[in-house]
């Protein structure tokens, strides 16, 4: 990848709205809306979405965990999902959520998986159709994936702490307050129970918004780069670590420097601060 960049590096990875609503009846097309309020779905949504619920679908009902190869496989079956299907995804907080699910899905291999631009925020805002009827589509024979890519694009709490002490690029994408360890979360969330506050030692604060624009679009490839690989240093070929407070942001943030500035060597811390910030002896840094 160059490092300076006129275009994203995987632009087929984005879908703008103009093509989405020409393409809703595609067969080959699964929207999949996936929000952080498990409700906005039913009040109304893109017509042919499926919801695909982050905690209920995708994480195990006991074990801190995702679903298992054979549980992927029957969801995706149940909501018309072959391994061929191009997958669509969308939600609110300008798709962090959305991204989540993609990155999910990647999880267990799923290829073919586009984000739209803006997400839901701009196709309201654009007036575009919706719905309140929830689909129903014939259901796929979804075969069980041989296996999670956990080696590939997850990092686990000692992966995290091999990085830091090899100073290794680690991006903590939560907001200046909970780098800086004055609040353990965000502003007007639950406080989640987290012991202690600050960061992962040697993380540099990128906050993940700072990928985004007013209207929830990404930014330009142009100002990606300047923000990740200028002045946060990555480089292309070193391994980077991303996380926030559960892997939800950090997924937006690994969307983009995976699918936009075209970095293969990145994974998503998702055990993030609410496993490190309650972990024994996990060390901590506080500064501005």
């Excluded at 943030?253 to 996990?282: C, I, P």
Aim: with cysteine.
């Amino acid at each position: 990848m160059t490092t300076n960049p006129t275009d994203y590096a995987h632009p087929e990875a984005l879908v703008e709205t103009d093509w989405l609503e020409q393409h809703l009846d595609d067969k080959d097309l699964r929207i999949v809306e996936s929000n952080e309020d498990i409700l906005l779905y039913d009040t109304g949504h893109i017509p042919g979405a499926v919801h695909i619920d982050w905690r209920s679908d995708l994480q195990d009902a006991v074990v801190r965990d995702y679903i298992d190869p054979e549980k992927f496989a029957e969801l995706c079956s149940r909501n018309g999902i072959g391994p061929e299907t191009t997958c669509v995804f969308y939600g609110d907080k300008a798709n962090w959520w959305a991204c989540y699910a993609l990155w999910a899905f990647r999880l267990f291999g799923h290829k073919n998986v586009k984000i739209l631009n803006g997400g839901r925020d701009k196709w309201k805002a654009e007036n575009r159709p919706m719905t309140r009827e929830v689909p129903k589509f014939p259901r796929a024979n979804y075969p069980v994936p041989n296996e999670r890519r956990d080696k590939e694009i997850r990092a686990f709490a000692d992966e995290a702490l091999a990085q830091s002490r090899e100073k290794k690029p680690l991006i903590d994408v939560r907001s200046p307050g909970e780098f800086k360890g004055e609040i353990t979360h965000m502003a007007e969330y639950p406080q989640e129970g987290v012991l202690r506050g600050g960061h992962i030692p040697g993380a540099k604060s990128v906050p993940w918004k700072m990928a985004t624009k007013e209207d929830s679009t990404f930014k330009p490839a142009s100002e990606l780069a300047k923000i990740y690989l200028e002045q946060c240093g990555i480089k292309p070929g070193t391994d980077t670590i991303v996380y926030c407070r559960i892997g939800e942001r950090s997924s937006h943030t690994w969307f983009v420097l995976t699918y936009l500035l075209g970095l293969d060597n990145v994974r998503n811390y998702d055990g993030s601060w609410t496993e490190w910030g309650n972990k024994v002896g996990a060390p901590i840094e506080k500064s501005a």
